[in-house]
């Protein structure tokens, strides 16, 4: 059964900490991995990965994917409360171009 | 754990024709559906939100005559769009909200090509 799953469910953090966000999943024909972050409405997309060992980075934000082991960390250095929200962690199939949603890690960052 | 489900997963139809996508939550009641559309770079934008029940709300600049969007029972909703045209070519994804810590259960998607 093709799957995601994200760690920790919920993160509590102050402001200035890194966090890193876990995603394992096991999906047939992978595509690639994607990055979500949810505020209110409708996710934002943060990063595509494909390839193994190279890191994406966005300012604060970077994540990379290891394709041996099945999984990605998304990475938030010197957080601040603008950080708070649900991290969405996708991959993306070659059958059928399916998606599969983990259910999210929420992030509150407290001043 | 939750499972959403969307069916078709991938469907193409002629131009002028409607097509409906179902999405279900098959282990939970959702209160709450979402209907959303993915753009190029990935880009996921919130179409509506549908409670069972009663009227879908949409988002501005989704036409609602276009998009139908029935939420009939805590299980499931469908998407029927209306006379569809090749730039509703998409891939479509729904997500339920189990009103638990509100998390939110994505679909697998709908990949609609209209010729």
């Known amino acids: 059964e093709d799957k995601v799953v994200q760690s920790p469910l919920s993160l509590v953090v102050h402001e200035g900490d890194t966090v890193t966000l876990n995603c394992s999943y096991e999906v047939t024909n992978f595509r690639s991995l994607l990055w979500y972050k949810q505020e209110k409405k409708a996710p934002t997309f943060l990063f595509m990965l494909t390839s193994s060992g190279i890191e994406k980075k966005s300012g604060r934000l970077s994540s990379i994917l290891d394709k041996k082991e099945l999984f990605s960390i998304l990475n938030i250095t010197a957080t601040q409360t603008g950080d708070s929200a649900v991290y969405l962690c996708a991959v993306e199939a070659n059958t059928g171009n399916q998606f599969y949603f983990g259910t999210g890690t929420s992030l509150t960052v407290i001043p | 754990g939750a499972v959403v489900s969307q069916h078709p997963s991938r469907v193409i139809c002629k131009s002028g024709t409607s097509v409906k996508i179902e999405c279900r939550s098959l282990?939970?009641?959702?209160?709450?559906m979402f209907w959303y559309r993915q753009f190029p770079k990935q880009s996921l934008m919130l179409m509506a939100t549908s409670n069972e029940g009663s009227k879908a709300t949409y988002e501005q600049g989704v036409e609602k005559d276009k998009f139908l969007i029935n939420h009939a029972s805590l299980t499931l909703s469908t998407l029927t769009v209306t006379s569809a045209h090749p730039e509703d070519s998409s891939f479509y994804i729904c997500?339920?909200?189990?009103?638990?810590?509100?998390?939110?259960?994505f679909g697998p998607g709908t990949r609609l090509l209209v010729l």
């Open positions: 282990d939970f009641q959702a209160t709450t």
């Open positions: 997500s339920a909200e189990t009103g638990i810590r509100e998390t939110q259960y």
